[in-house]
């Protein structure tokens, strides 16, 4: 009978401890991230699960005002500017999700708002895919964005270079939008 007290006793202290323990983990936890984000770490890189599940990590501001530098600096004439001026927002959307999606994933999960059609380029190419050693819960940099290509009025064309600030590996893309009768730039193909 002793015996029983002393075992159901001796269990509800080791609970007890497991549940402080815990908590005291969490706090540690937290006071680790204050310590990061005060100390320039990457706190706006906490993972998220996106569609389909794949792990999508947020974007840096300083990433995501390199993809609005390299967007402003396509050059060209004023027609090509203009197309890149009002293509601008969905460009940065698609880039954005792009540079952060990990995984293998169909289009509709990272770029589908930005698709003409759900048969854009059948299965995007997530470019972290492509590079060796990148840990998915930060996003890969825009480097650069060229070759840009108004082949008609309404057909705009460009290359991105995604580089790993981990690793220095890059991988590129191609990118192909068209505008739409209601005015949006759509992406209609890439690889």
């Known amino acids: 009978m002793i015996l029983k007290f002393l075992t159901v006793a001796s269990s509800v202290l080791v609970l007890s401890a497991c549940a402080t ?9 937290k006071g680790l991230a204050v310590s990061g984000q005060i100390l320039g770490g990457t706190a706006t890189t906490t993972p998220q699960t996106g569609s389909g599940g794949a ?3 947020n974007i840096s501001p300083q990433q995501l005002a390199t993809i609005q530098k390299n967007i402003q600096s396509s050059g060209g004439n004023a027609q090509m500017q203009r197309a890149v001026s009002e293509a601008s927002p969905n ?4 880039l954005r999700n792009l540079s952060c999606a990990s995984g293998s994933s ?3 999960n990272h770029v589908g708002r930005y ?11 997530i470019p972290m895919n492509k590079i060796e050693s990148h840990r998915p819960t930060e996003c890969l940099t825009v480097q650069r964005i060229n070759e840009w290509a108004l082949s008609s009025e309404n057909t705009l064309s460009f290359r991105v270079m995604f580089i790993s600030d981990q690793n220095d590996q890059t991988a590129g893309a191609f990118f192909q939008m068209a505008k739409q009768q209601n005015g949006e730039w759509l992406l209609i193909y890439t690889y």
């Open 115 to 125: 698709a003409a059609s759900s048969q854009v380029g059948g299965f995007v190419s």
């Open 91 to 94: 460009i940065v959307g698609i």
């Open 55 to 57: 792990l999508v990590a």
């Open 21 to 29: 323990l815990d908590q005291g983990f969490d706090a540690l936890n």
């Open 106 to 108: 169909w289009v509709s």
